[in-house]
């Protein structure tokens, strides 16, 4: 049994790919650092990340892929789902080793598993883009806190900075604990001591603008005005709008 470590990067997976074909040996297990080696393993191999071979091993999948298709893959990654890597491993494998396009073959494992993920992952992504909610701080940037069941921030921010291109504003994922700042001109990554700025989903109430919960009551007010309680659903409600997303809605507190 051969396995292979690496960093848990992105860039390390296709790195790994690229080591294992110039090698000649394909991996059973990929692992982290610190991750205890199987019982029966043969031999290990570290993987160094590359932005060479990784780039490489990308373009060698645009010439083979659809652009949809091969995006697919990065949404898979992004799940954060236990053996995603291993699964999208396999699946570049079987891309450069086929002769013909893999992408419909939904009779193989791998390549349903990928069609299936990249599923969620997209719904998810749907879903933060409706639910986040901002809240207007006292320096005048616009906050909002998120906890996505997928590591979907990243693919939500050319919605935001061309939705909200004329404001200041900052969306960050608490489960994560990290976020991206848009500042008018960029979107930067960074981290913030969520634990005093964020309570309970929402912004600590000494560090928003003084307007801010005067806002707030007039958009419950509107939503409380506009429902229709004989239509009440409340089964289709939280099929819609699942559960773990209330604690950050303004109209659900």
């Known amino acids: 049994m051969i396995v292979f470590r690496y960093d848990k990067t992105f860039e390390g997976l296709l790195t790994a790919v690229f080591d294992a074909y110039n090698r000649n040996t394909f991996p059973v297990k990929l692992l982290s650092s610190d991750e205890i080696e199987p019982?029966?393993?043969?031999?290990?191999?570290?993987?160094?990340?590359?932005?060479?071979?990784?780039?490489?091993?990308?373009?060698?999948?645009?010439?083979?892929?659809?652009?949809?298709?091969?995006?697919?893959?990065?949404?898979?990654?992004?799940?954060?789902i236990n053996g995603s890597d291993e699964t999208i491993f396999r699946y570049i494998r079987k891309v450069f080793d086929s002769k013909t396009s893999i992408e419909m073959n939904f009779a193989d494992e791998d390549v349903l598993q990928v069609r299936n993920t990249a599923q969620k992952v997209n719904r998810e992504r749907h879903r933060v883009i409706e639910f986040v909610r901002f809240q207007k701080t006292a320096d005048g940037i616009f906050f909002a806190p998120i906890a996505p069941e997928h590591n979907?921030?990243?693919?939500?921010?050319?919605?935001?900075?061309?939705?909200?291109?004329?404001?200041?504003?900052?969306?960050?994922?608490?489960?994560?604990d990290y976020g991206y700042f848009y500042n008018l001109k960029e979107t930067t990554e960074i981290t913030l001591d969520s634990d005093t700025l964020i309570l309970e989903g929402k912004v600590n109430e000494e560090l928003l603008d003084p307007n801010e919960?005067?806002?707030?009551?007039?958009?419950?007010?509107?939503?409380?005005?506009?429902?229709?309680?004989?239509?009440?659903?409340?089964?289709?409600?939280?099929?819609?709008?699942?559960?773990?997303?209330?604690?950050?809605?303004?109209?659900?507190?």
């Open 39 to 80: 019982l029966f393993a043969d031999a290990c191999h570290t993987v160094i990340t590359d932005p060479e071979k990784s780039g490489r091993v990308w373009k060698g999948l645009e010439k083979r892929m659809m652009p949809v298709t091969r995006n697919m893959l990065s949404y898979v990654w992004l799940s954060e």
């Open 152 to 176: 979907v921030l990243p693919l939500t921010l050319e919605h935001f900075t061309d939705r909200f291109a004329d404001q200041q504003w900052i969306i960050y994922d608490t489960k994560r």
């Open 213 to 253: 919960q005067l806002f707030q009551r007039m958009w419950k007010s509107y939503f409380r005005s506009m429902a229709i309680k004989e239509r009440i659903n409340p089964a289709l409600h939280r099929r819609n709008l699942p559960r773990r997303f209330w604690k950050y809605l303004t109209e659900k507190q």
